[in-house]
């Protein structure tokens, strides 16, 4: 069976790396980034560079957005020149950005109006998981729409979660995102207290 068009969104320091795993692994892939100059290498390893959203959906079967925010994130999908506007009827829309899950559900409500369906599937990992295709994918949506787009989500990671319904995903991200914010929080505070502890008290071992 051939390989599922892909329409990717965001090319930054995720997104750049996901793309070329997409490529490397024999997607037919179209991009769009804001900055078209990011865009240039990957039209050099094969990929269509488009000049707008609704150019890069147009005839995708999935369309993949991977984008800082929400502000981000609906800039890029909805409007005129957006994503959803130009993408076919039944395509699978998949958000793998870190957004929160009001707009996962806002999104997945404009996708059905155009007879698409929506999964959230951010990720676990950085730049360098991203590069190499060893990024976990936290999914939620349908079972479904799942085995649609696991292909392409196994193209550029290592797992992938199923975590329940719409909004499920991004849910699961933002507490990861919250518990590690935590921690390094309390990591400071008491590489913090030890410093003001070491420059008011001698040392035990000089008593």
Not at 63 to 85: C, K, P, V
Not at 96 to 113: H, I, N, P, R
Not at 135 to 148: D, K, P
Request: proline share 4%; aromatic share 4%; net charge neutral.
């Amino acid at each position: 069976m051939s390989q599922p068009h892909i329409a990717f969104l965001g090319l930054g320091l995720m997104g750049s790396g996901m793309a070329r795993q997409l490529l490397a692994k024999g997607f037919p892939v179209t991009v769009y980034n804001r900055n078209p100059e990011k865009a240039q290498p990957f039209a050099d390893a094969g990929a269509k560079v488009a000049s707008s959203p609704k150019e890069a959906s147009a005839g995708a079967q999935i369309i993949i957005s991977m984008l800082a925010d929400d502000n981000a994130s609906r800039s890029l999908w909805l409007g005129n020149e957006g994503a959803l506007t130009g993408a076919r009827e039944g395509a699978l829309c998949i958000e793998s950005g870190t957004v929160t899950v009001d707009w996962v559900k806002e999104l997945s409500a404009a996708a059905a109006q155009r007879g698409g369906e929506l999964i959230d599937a951010p990720v676990t990992g950085s730049k360098t998981q991203a590069n190499s295709g060893e990024l976990n994918f936290l999914v939620g949506g349908s079972e479904s729409a799942l085995e649609r787009g696991r292909a392409a989500l196994s193209a550029m990671g290592k797992s992938i979660v199923h975590l329940g319904p719409t909004g499920s995903g991004a849910l699961l991200k933002l507490i990861n995102n919250f518990v590690c914010g935590t921690q390094l929080a309390s990591l400071a505070e008491g590489l913090a207290m030890i410093e003001r502890s070491a420059s008011t008290e001698r040392p035990p071992w000089k008593s």
